[in-house]
């Protein structure tokens, strides 16, 4: 079973940084894309970042300059460095892997860590 295990949210100064970890459990055969999404009560799931197999990255306008989306291959994870917070970045924060694990290509989720930015 496939397993996302993120690690790094809590409660955070305006100003301040956090840096959002992502592992599978497997060694995918291979991966289009991995990422990072966030929602917040009430509001449509918003892309945060991605970095697609080639090594590419893009980042959403509200966190370009503040964010940056990295990989480590070798231990099959990502990263989100989060600095610069502010308030309204505010959210549940969800990783994701869009991969081929045998025959079968899939979207794989994490379970979702709280970031929260107040003074």
């Known amino acids: 079973q496939v397993q996302l295990v993120e690690s790094g949210g809590g409660l955070v100064q305006p100003g301040g940084s956090l840096r959002l970890s992502c592992a599978a459990s497997?060694?995918?055969?291979?991966?289009?894309?991995m990422g990072w999404y966030r929602q917040t009560p009430g509001k449509q799931r918003e892309l945060v970042a991605v970095?697609?197999?080639?090594?590419?990255?893009d980042h959403a306008d509200s966190v370009k300059g503040r964010f940056i989306i990295s990989r480590n291959n070798a231990e099959n994870t990502i990263y989100l460095q989060m600095n610069s917070l502010k308030p309204e970045d505010t959210a549940v924060y969800y990783c994701?892997?869009?991969?081929?694990?045998?025959?079968?290509?899939?979207?794989?989720w994490g379970q979702g860590t709280q970031v929260t930015v107040s003074s």
């Open positions: 970095i697609f197999s080639s090594g590419s990255t």
């Open positions: 994701y892997f869009n991969a081929r694990l045998k025959d079968v290509t899939a979207v794989y």
């Open positions: 497997v060694r995918f055969f291979s991966i289009n894309a």
